[in-house]
Nanobody, 124 residues
Framework: QVQLVESGGGLVQAGGSLRVSCAAS????????MGWFRQAPGKEREFVAA????????DIADSVKGRFTISRDNAKNTVSLQMNSLKPEDTAVYYC?????????????????WGQGTQVTVSS
């Protein structure tokens, strides 16, 4: 079982940048597909980005494409989400998630492990 802890959230003005990170423990994430999701107040949790175990495959939601970048460092057991050109509508709790296996299959669904989330607030 893998445990996930997010960090790096905070308050930023529109147009600014923020980097959130996810530290994993318990198992090496090299055997996991990793993803980021977010949930805004009053809305359902939505997919943001996913990265394959090697980093060679990526899936990015249309709403953040061109602004957000997902990356991973298997040696450090971490995954990061670099967020640029932030908008007020990006305000949400951001969650890191892990799915066992090295197959690039349905990267937006079926995650088994979740972190507690980190708050990102973008002011206008």
């Amino acid at each position: 079982q893998v445990q996930l802890v997010e960090s790096g959230g905070g308050l930023v003005q529109a147009g600014g940048s923020l980097r959130v990170s996810c530290a994993a423990s318990g198992r090496p994430i090299s055997n996991y597909l990793m993803g980021w999701f977010r949930q805004a107040p009053g809305k359902e949790r939505e997919f943001v980005a996913a990265i394959s175990w090697s980093g060679s495959s990526l899936d990015i939601a249309d709403s953040v494409k061109g602004r957000f970048t997902i990356s991973r460092d298997n040696a450090k057991n971490t995954v990061s989400l670099q967020m640029n050109s932030l908008k007020p509508e990006d305000t949400a709790v951001y969650y890191c998630a892990a799915k066992p296996g090295r197959n690039w299959y349905q990267p937006r669904y079926l995650y088994n492990y979740w972190g507690q989330g980190t708050q990102v607030t973008v002011s206008s």
